[in-house]
């Protein structure tokens, strides 16, 4: 492999490394909003913001879909550059 091909893919997996970094935050923050939006200890039933859970399940099914694409391309460029 050519040192500019090795040094453009370590450049691409830095770039998707920060990219998955960032997923991980918005899939913790997500999970935790949910778990608090349906928190039953906390909040009455009736009083439950299940619509916006619900909005925020959408958005965490969408995190972890681009979360795990981008693990993929990581693992790929990994096994390109290590063998």
Partial sequence: MAD????LMQGKLA??????????LKIEGLCGGIRTELNTM?????D???LMAAN???????AYAEYL???SQIGKLMKALHG
């Fill in 4 to 7: 500019m091909d090795r040094t």
């Fill in 15 to 24: 770039g998707l490394k920060e990219d998955r970094s960032r997923l991980e």
């Fill in 42 to 46: 906390v909040t009455a039933i009736n």
């Fill in 48 to 50: 439950l913001d299940v």
């Fill in 56 to 62: 925020h399940m959408d958005e965490l099914k969408m």
């Fill in 69 to 71: 694409g981008v693990s």
